[in-house]
């Protein structure tokens, strides 16, 4: 029987080479697959290329790559913390700010739909968002029926890690709350997705019109406790 489960985070995060782009799940603090990027620092894959929606959640998982020098380029639509008080992405600024990485800021809409025309096999495409702005600055655009476009590209993985509920051991997945949110299309867009969740469930246990992303999708599912940071 096809079995996707493994034993433990250095098993699921086993072979992420050096130079992959690794798509990250989460929208804030929502949805963070924190304990596979943790397990990934331990694991001590480098040169890294990042998207996340935001530049890092807190003081654990990217903002520790980050600072360990491991992540060349962090793609993301929200590179600051909306909290000056409790900075989320402080480590990236300052990573930035150094010249120790390159970011590549993408408006939030742009980028989800980036990831899903990756998952979908679907080539370039013109969006009227960011046009005339700097975002737009080295990218081809075109005015169509008097309104500016923006030609982007779908965005690719080599990993995606993403974090849901409960997934049996094909791989089916059941998502909580707003855990969901950039998880679907991070999965579809990349080579290998690793998922952590909160239980693996026997076969069937998960009804058809119930799963959220076929295991068709998933190649790696590990069990784990998640250390909320708040």
Sequence with gaps: MLDKTVATLADAVRGVHDGATLLVGGFGVSGVPQELLC??????????????????????GLSQLIEAGRVRKVITSYARSANPARPSAQALAEAYHAGLVELECVPQGTIAERLRAAGAGIGPFFTPVSYGTPLAEGKETRV???RGYVLEHPLHGDFAFVKAQAADR???LVFKNAERNF?????????TTVVQVEEIVPLGAIPPEQVMLPGIFVQRVVQCHHEPWI
Aim: charged fraction near 15%.
């Design 39 to 60: 397990a990934l620092l331990d694991q001590g894959a480098r040169d890294l290329v990042v998207v996340n929606n935001n530049g890092g959640n807190g003081p654990k």
């Design 170 to 172: 094909h791989g089916n």
């Design 144 to 146: 169509i029926d008097g």
């Design 183 to 191: 998880g679907h299309v991070m999965a579809t867009a990349a080579k």
